[in-house]
Each structure stands twice: as structure tokens, then as C-alpha cells.
């Protein structure tokens, strides 16, 4: 069953230049889009300045334990990419490292389960922006599916425990804000996103 919806799904690229550069962009601008979003939810509006960047900081937290664990099962676990085993369409040049699990997959889902759990109004273009993530490593001949679900499970678990463990974490939380406030208080435009502001609101 994987290998046959990798097939379908791969088996899309090749027909057209214009989808092929698309899902090649797609899939190469995964971590600029992730830093983007980041700095969004950062630089939000001021009635919910707070609420946001603690969603940023969740969510970089879930990407690091997420990422952390998938480092691990790299390590104990080997699975050949779709292209060491088949006749792929490879869009892009990719290691021959292990398949199982995908990092972009963690990445992209880690931000989209954590804004789904924190119910930030950005969660659902976030979750179809990281599904189209997924699909787009299946088309460029990198993943199986199997690697981008089992990435996404690995994210909501990451997800829950940070979310879970928010009062154990608020500690490590107030040490981040205090090191943008120390970072940016001579500087007139972050200076206003800094950590006494985001005190005096919470």
C-alpha cells in the first residue's frame, strides 16, 4: 500500500514543468516559510501579541523534541529512500540516508499541530500548507507516504507533551523573552516586542 500510493503520487511529476517547479519550490521552501511563520506570530498585532508568541516559542519547542526523536530513530532504524530502491522520478538531489521518518515532515507538522492545539486563528492555512509539504516530498521521489504520516504522528505527540508540560516549560519560556528583551532593548522597533511589554499584557 505504500509503495503504491508513493507510485501514484510520484508518478504525477515528469507531465508537467510547471507543477514539477512548483512542488520543487514548495518542498525547497519549507524551512524559509517555517522562519516566516515564526517571525509572524512573533511580530503580531498587539491585542495578542502574547498569546502568539508564546505559540512561536511552543512551536519551536515542539519542532526540537520532534526532530530530536526522529535523530534517534534514524539511528536505530534505517529505511532506503524511495530512489535507492525503485525508478523514481527524483525531482531533487537528496543523501541516501534513512526514509523513515521525514525531518520536513516533523518541521512543517510541528508548527501546525501546536496551532492547532493552541486554537490560533492561522491553524488551518498552516495544516494545508504542511500537508502539501508532505505531499510535495512523495512527488519529488524523496518520501514514501508512510514517512511523511509517521512524521506528522511523531509532531501532534511532540505537540501534546510540550502543551502538557507548558507549566514545567514556563521557566525556559520566560528565560527566551528575557534574552529578546536583553537583545533588542536598544533597538527602538523590537524593542516594543519585548518581554516587559508581552509581562504587561499576560
Not at 519550490?25 to 502574547?50: D, G, H
Not at 512543517?108 to 496551532?115: D, E, Q
Request: aromatic share 16%; net charge positive; glycine share 4%.
Amino acid at each position: 500500500m505504500n509503495y503504491e500510493i508513493f507510485q501514484w503520487i510520484n508518478g504525477w511529476s515528469g507531465h508537467s514543468s510547471y507543477l514539477d517547479r512548483g512542488m520543487i519550490f514548495i518542498t525547497n521552501s519549507v524551512p524559509y516559510v517555517a522562519i516566516a511563520l515564526m517571525l509572524f506570530l512573533w511580530f503580531a498585532n498587539k491585542e495578542k501579541r502574547a498569546e502568539k508568541q508564546y505559540t512561536a516559542v511552543y512551536a519551536v519547542f515542539s519542532c526540537l523534541l520532534g526532530l530530536f526523536i526522529n535523530a534517534i530513530l534514524h539511528l536505530v532504524y534505517y529505511h532506503p529512500r524511495p530512489f535507492v530502491t525503485h525508478h523514481v522520478h527524483q525531482l531533487i538531489p537528496h543523501p541516501a540516508d534513512s526514509s523513515f521518518v521525514s525531518d520536513h515532515a516533523v518541521l512543517v507538522f510541528s508548527i501546525a499541530c501546536t496551532m492547532l492545539l493552541r486554537n490560533d486563528s492561522w491553524k488551518y492555512p498552516v495544516l494545508v500548507w504542511a500537508i502539501i509539504v508532505g505531499i510535495s516530498r512523495v512527488f519529488v521521489g524523496v518520501h514514501y507516504p508512510a514517512d511523511v504520516i509517521g512524521g506528522a504522528l511523531i509532531s501532534y505527540g511532540a505537540s501534546i507533551l510540550i502543551m502538557q508540560s507548558s507549566k514545567k516549560l514556563e521557566p525556559l519560556v520566560q528565560v527566551v523573552f528575557y534574552m529578546y528583551n536583553r537583545l533588542t532593548k536598544h533597538i527602538p522597533f523590537l524593542a516594543k516586542y519585548s518581554y516587559k511589554d508581552l509581562h504587561q499584557e499576560k
